[in-house]
């Protein structure tokens, strides 16, 4: 199999970022290739409602609680 930079590591940080941090540094990502202020207010929202989900659940918010288990449990919170 060929060598590829752009797979995802399987190594884990051994620094966590606090979410709100991360999620800034994405919308001016964002904002800096000029995308539509409309998308970026969805991922606003979207963060808006990771956060209650991260609070209702007592995890802490930081990229540790960026797990596929989180988001599958946030992912049927969303629909109760």
Request: hydrophobic share 40%; aromatic share 10%; net charge positive.
């Given at each position: 199999?060929?060598s ?6 399987t190594?884990a ?9 991360t999620?800034?540094r ?5 904002r800096?290739?000029?995308?539509s202020?409309h998308q970026?207010?969805h991922y606003?929202?979207t ?6 989900y991260?609070t209702?659940s007592r995890?802490?918010?930081t ?8 988001f ?8 109760n």
């Open positions: 199999m060929a590829s930079k752009r797979r995802l590591s190594v940080r051994k620094t966590e970022m606090r979410l709100d941090d999620q800034a994405f919308l001016e990502h964002h800096s290739l000029n995308h202020i970026i207010l606003q929202a963060f808006r409602d990771f956060d209650r991260l209702y995890r802490p918010k990229t540790a609680s960026l797990t596929p288990t989180v599958e449990a946030y992912t049927v919170w969303l629909k």
